[in-house]
T-cell receptor, first 114, second 114 residues
Framework: AQSVTQLGSHVSVSEGALVLLRCNYSSSVPPYLFWYVQYPNQGLQLLLKYTSAATLVKGINGFEAEFKKSETSFHLTKPSAHMSDAAEYFC????????????FGAGTRLTVKP | ETGVTQSPTHLIKTRGQQVTLRCSSQSGHNTVSWYQQALGQGPQFIFQ???????GRGNFPPRFSGLQFPNYSSELNVNALELDDSALYLC?????????????FGPGTRLLVL
């Protein structure tokens, strides 16, 4: 079975500071990995995805994530936080070429302080 | 905007009642997945439909059922509602094809069971 663990249910950063949201995965097959963002009272928006090509993946809004097989990690980063980045972030894993039964982490709430 | 729409946006039911939630997929997508997101948690996979057939199911009881129509719109039906069914219900559409594993989420229907 596949699963993801997001370390830290809440992360707070100052505007302009580095954003680092942690995600570790468990999978019996090479995984596909995703980061989604959810703003209050909205659905999920895809930030970026890893599908076994380049290990460093760039997404929207200046976010990127690096797939590290040796660490079973897929941490999300952004060099400089903006107030508009405040939201809930979810890491998710699925099997290759099969989005049936995508598994999500519990989420990390990002707060950005002025 | 993902092109995925859901109705209604909010719904209040009482325990024991039945509810039907609706989803309209993004144009060209042939797959729809439904997720339950309890407050403060990540989405949990309920089931997926591909070409009008169930294509995988998560750990949810049979009183959760679904339909996918020829125009790829979809319904989620929940019978004998329980208090714990209170949650945000998300649908996500995708195209089953190599390299097209991304799921696009609707805004969700928030269900409250009293």
């Amino acid at each position: 079975a596949q699963s993801v663990t997001q370390l830290g249910s809440h992360v707070s950063v100052s505007e302009g500071a580095l954003v680092l949201l942690r995600c570790n995965y468990s999978s019996s097959v090479p995984p596909y990995l995703f980061w989604y963002v959810q703003y209050p009272n909205q659905g999920l928006q895809l930030l970026l995805k890893y599908t076994s090509a380049a290990t460093l993946v760039k997404g929207i809004n200046g976010f990127e994530a690096e797939f590290k097989k040796s660490e079973t990690s897929f941490h999300l980063t952004k060099p400089s936080a903006h107030m508009s980045d405040a939201a809930e972030y979810f890491c998710a894993v699925s099997k290759p070429n099969n989005n049936n039964d995508m598994r999500f982490g519990a989420g990390t709430r990002l707060t950005v302080k002025p | 905007e993902t092109g995925v729409t859901q109705s209604p946006t909010h719904l209040i039911k009482t325990r024991g009642q039945q509810v039907t939630l609706r989803c309209s997929s993004q144009s060209g997508h042939n797959t729809v997945s439904w997720y339950q997101q309890a407050l403060g948690q990540g989405p949990q996979f309920i089931f997926q439909y591909y070409r009008e057939e169930e294509n995988g199911r998560g750990n949810f009881p049979p009183r959760f059922s679904g339909l996918q129509f020829p125009n790829y719109s979809s319904e989620l039906n929940v019978n004998a509602l329980e208090l714990d069914d209170s949650a945000l219900y998300l649908c996500a559409s995708s195209l089953i094809s190599v390299g097209q594993e991304t799921q696009y989420f609707g805004p969700g229907t928030r269900l409250l069971v009293l």
